[in-house]
């Protein structure tokens, strides 16, 4: 089983940076892409962000694409979110994935605890 901690979430003002991060862990498959994902209170799930070095190919979300840039530290095994220019409507709980990538599309089979992101006026 794929395990994922993310990390790196907290409170910032509008304007701010925050670099999120994801651990990868157990069984993972070379096959698989990682990404992001994240939910506001009230509203559904958003998908912002995959890395598939299967197609080496990055995506990003209209909503968050030219503020955000994904990595992965191989060496470390963590995913990275460097997200920068945070506005109040980024504030959600940020969840790391893992799994098959497909007509720009990750499909989580494996997903993280998340990690809170506030940001405020």
């Known amino acids: 089983q794929v395990q994922l901690v993310e990390s790196g979430g907290g409170s910032v003002h509008a304007g701010g940076s925050l670099r999120l991060s994801c651990a990868v862990s157990?069984?993972?498959?070379?096959?698989?892409?990682l990404g992001w994902f994240r939910q506001a209170p009230g509203k559904e799930r958003e998908y912002i962000a995959a890395?598939?070095?299967?197609?080496?190919?990055?995506y990003y979300s209209d909503s968050m694409k030219g503020r955000i840039t994904i990595s992965m530290d191989n060496s470390k095994n963590t995913l990275f979110l460097q997200m920068n220019s945070l506005v109040p409507e980024d504030t959600a709980v940020y969840y790391c994935?893992?799994?098959?990538?497909?007509?720009?599309?990750?499909?989580?089979?494996?997903w993280g605890q998340g990690t809170r992101v506030t940001v405020s006026s």
């Open positions: 157990g069984g993972f498959f070379s096959t698989y892409a």
């Open positions: 890395i598939a070095w299967q197609f080496d190919t990055t």
């Open positions: 994935a893992a799994g098959p990538y497909s007509r720009e599309r990750l499909w989580g089979n494996y």
